[in-house]
Nanobody, 127 residues
């Protein structure tokens, strides 16, 4: 099984920056973190869980929600099996619980059907 642990959330003022980390662990023949696409989703009490960004471990392909393009950057460190979400120019509407997700897939990166999910980390942006 693949286990995901997020960290880096917190309280920041509008315009500030945060870097979220998601560490993947647990390896079997069928579950190898380095073979999985990784993604970030977010959810607050008012909205359904929504896609934020995704990255493929092979090929370095990245995908973003339109509203975060130019502000958020997803990256990875395969040696540490860790994916990052660098967030800048944060806005109050970015406030949400951010979840890391992983799955072995080559398409549909923006769907909520990922197999593995982390526990979430809270990001709060004050006005």
């Amino acid at each position: 099984q693949v286990q995901l642990v997020e960290s880096g959330g917190g309280l920041v003022q509008a315009g500030g920056s945060l870097r979220l980390s998601c560490a993947a662990s647990g390896r079997t023949i069928s579950d190898i973190p380095s073979d999985y696409a990784m993604a970030w989703f977010r959810q607050d009490a008012r909205k359904e869980r929504e896609f934020v960004a995704a990255i493929s471990w092979s090929g370095s392909s990245t995908y973003y929600k339109d509203s975060v393009k130019g502000r958020f950057t997803i990256s990875r460190d395969n040696d540490q099996n860790t994916v990052y979400l660098h967030m800048s120019s944060l806005k109050p509407e970015d406030t949400a619980v951010y979840y890391c997700a992983a799955d072995r897939r080559y398409s549909g990166y923006d769907t909520t059907t990922y197999r593995y999910w982390g526990q979430g980390t809270q990001v709060t942006v004050s006005s």
